[in-house]
């Protein structure tokens, strides 16, 4: 959808300026909402031509740049620490996880990994803590993997079945992820795939 590409371009300028990619994820979230509103007040979706939608596409990755620093400078100025950069901070309740990759011989890094502490409260959702963890192995290239780092925890989070069982919900994400990156690859002619493994841990569950 539109926010999710919102999000896919301000965590893509949040990396070239060396953001750490866990956190570049976890901020892109919130800014595409933040131009999420904006959009709906502005109408940036609204066009007529190709020319119209080249020039409103121009208007939005400028305006989602604009708001990665506005963020970033207003959290950087503020005393109050945001409610979900907290969850990277340490508590007595949080799962310790470490991470590493290692590119050897190959021209380009195609793999990813990511780890979200605290699912729900990253989402403003309602429950007890999920700490996700997952790891994406590219072929081809970075196309696939970048979308499914992107979306699956969102599309897993979406399911009906999230909070009763996850198991089903992760499913779900895996389908509708799919899904969804087939269409994109069908329109704009992309070759990549990936290999995912998800972990969801509760209190109580594995």
């Known amino acids: 959808g539109i926010n999710a590409e919102y999000g896919n371009w301000a965590a893509a300028y949040l990396c070239k300026l060396d953001c750490p990619l866990n956190f570049a994820l976890v901020l892109s979230y919130h800014i595409?909402?933040?131009?999420?509103?904006?959009?709906?007040?502005?109408?940036?979706?609204?066009?007529?031509?190709?020319?119209?939608?080249?020039?409103?596409?121009?208007?939005?990755?400028?305006?989602?740049?604009?708001?990665?620093?506005?963020v970033c400078s207003r959290w950087h100025t503020t005393s109050e620490i945001p409610y979900f950069v907290k969850e990277y901070m340490l508590d007595d309740n949080k799962i310790f996880a470490g991470s590493c990759s290692d590119q050897n011989r190959r021209k380009k890094m195609e793999d990813r990994h990511i780890i979200i502490p605290n699912l729900n409260n990253l989402l403003q959702m309602e429950g007890?803590?999920?700490?996700?963890?997952?790891?994406?192995?590219?072929?081809?290239?970075?196309?696939?993997?970048?979308?499914?780092?992107?979306?699956?925890?969102?599309?897993?989070?979406?399911?009906?079945?999230?909070?009763?069982?996850?198991?089903?919900?992760?499913?779900?994400?895996?389908?509708?992820?799919?899904?969804n990156f087939v269409q994109k690859a069908n329109r704009e002619n992309l070759r990549s795939g990936t290999t995912s493994v998800v972990i969801m841990i509760t209190s109580t569950q594995l």
């Open 32 to 70: 595409a909402k933040e131009v999420e509103l904006l959009d709906t007040s502005q109408n940036f979706t609204q066009h007529d031509t190709e020319q119209g939608s080249q020039t409103v596409a121009s208007e939005v990755a400028r305006c989602v740049f604009n708001k990665v620093h506005q």
């Open 128 to 179: 007890k803590r999920v700490s996700y963890h997952a790891v994406y192995d590219g072929h081809g290239g970075i196309d696939a993997v970048q979308y499914t780092l992107q979306h699956l925890h969102l599309n897993i989070a979406k399911s009906q079945h999230y909070a009763t069982d996850p198991a089903k919900a992760i499913e779900e994400g895996f389908i509708l992820t799919d899904k």
